[in-house]
């Protein structure tokens, strides 16, 4: 891919024995990527150095998770190249599934999901998960992320899935459901505990939720 680099983000260096692991098996498929770790205090310099006009939305979030998914579109409109979560380990190379000029989002089947997922009770037929993203750099529909962002920070979020709603897989399915400027890459990577009800799956997301605990 045109932009060999892939963002990931963890609250400080010391990333836990388990993530590391999965780094390392990442790496055997993107042999020539660098990859690059957001720390809290990078994520906080980058917005006050090229954002500063959201920092303070940013340092207002009321849920941490809200500053993990935010910041992830900062990171591809800025730089491009891919986004995965430390949770995500792919062991097929995915390049020829991605269109190096558009944004590249990754679905799945909401069928297997529980009931308790508001998208799955409003008839969506897939959610898009942010766990694994791509885009080149200053990407117009990343941009329009961004835009909704700004808008976005008064929404209250009091659960495991209205917490999504801020700038996580709810956010993210909303907005782009009926979006034919993306390249949307369905059932390629997928939860672990539907991973058996899929074929020709490049990666799993092992949907560790480590944020529940890292408010």
């Not at 089947?109 to 897939?126: A, V």
């Not at 835009?147 to 008064?154: A, E, K, M, P, V």
Request: aromatic share 18%.
């Amino acid at each position: 891919m045109k932009y060999n680099i892939i963002h990931q983000s963890w609250k400080n260096k010391f990333i836990p024995a388990k993530y590391l692991h999965n780094r390392i098996l990442n790496k055997k498929i993107f042999k020539n990527y660098e990859f690059k770790l957001w720390t809290d205090i990078d994520n906080y310099n980058f917005l006050k150095e090229k954002y500063p006009s959201f920092l303070e939305i940013y340092k207002n979030f009321k849920n941490k998770i809200h500053k993990i998914d935010s910041i992830r579109y900062f990171y591809l409109y800025e730089y491009g190249g891919l986004y995965a979560d430390f949770d995500v380990i792919i062991y097929k190379n995915i390049s020829k599934l991605i269109n190096e000029d558009k944004l590249c989002l990754f679905s799945q089947d909401i069928k297997y999901e529980s009931n308790n997922n508001p998208l799955k009770n409003n008839n969506y037929d897939f959610f898009i998960d942010p766990m694994l993203m791509y885009s080149p750099p200053k990407n117009k529909e990343i941009k329009n992320v961004i835009d909704i962002l700004y808008q976005n920070n008064h929404n209250e979020c009091n659960d495991i899935y209205t917490k999504m709603e801020k700038a996580g897989p709810i956010f993210l399915t909303k907005h782009f459901y009926n979006n034919n400027n993306i390249k949307r890459i369905h059932n390629k990577v997928v939860t672990f505990n539907h991973k058996e009800k899929f074929n020709n799956v490049y990666g799993i997301h092992y949907c560790d939720n480590s944020w529940v605990n890292y408010e």
